[in-house]
């Protein structure tokens, strides 16, 4: 099972971009799938998360102007970024909770895109 982010980029405050993350391998079920970041010299932190049934959750630092969605068609989860801040810039990884075809359940996270958000 593999996690694969792409959609990272350099853009200027108030800008949007649109993150992407496709789920592959031998997956069985995906549950709740999610959202983090890591800015330079700071802990990971959870942005957004939704759950199989399309519920959502948010961090505070993002509501009203990040958005997530999930395709389950295409085991894909996206995150949609406006009005983006200088604060917003880090690495953003994606993360789900899947079982594989042997019943494995495991978190499987994507190796990260870079956003970068200029003054």
């Known amino acids: 099972v593999q996690l694969q982010a792409s959609g990272g980029g350099l853009v200027q405050t108030g800008g949007s971009l649109r993150l992407s993350c496709a789920a592959s391998g031998s997956i069985s079920t995906i549950n709740t799938m999610y959202w983090y970041r890591q800015a330079a010299g700071k802990q990971r932190e959870l942005v957004a998360r939704i759950t199989s049934a399309g519920s959502t959750n948010y961090a505070d630092s993002v509501k009203g102007r990040f958005t997530i969605s999930r395709d389950n068609v295409k085991k894909s989860v996206y995150l949609q970024m406006n009005s983006l801040k200088p604060e917003d810039t880090g690495r953003y990884y994606c993360?789900?909770?899947?079982?594989?075809?042997?019943?494995?359940?495991?978190?499987?996270w994507g190796q990260g895109t870079q956003v970068t958000v200029s003054s």
């Open positions: 993360n789900a909770d899947i079982r594989a075809t042997t019943g494995f359940v495991g978190s499987y």
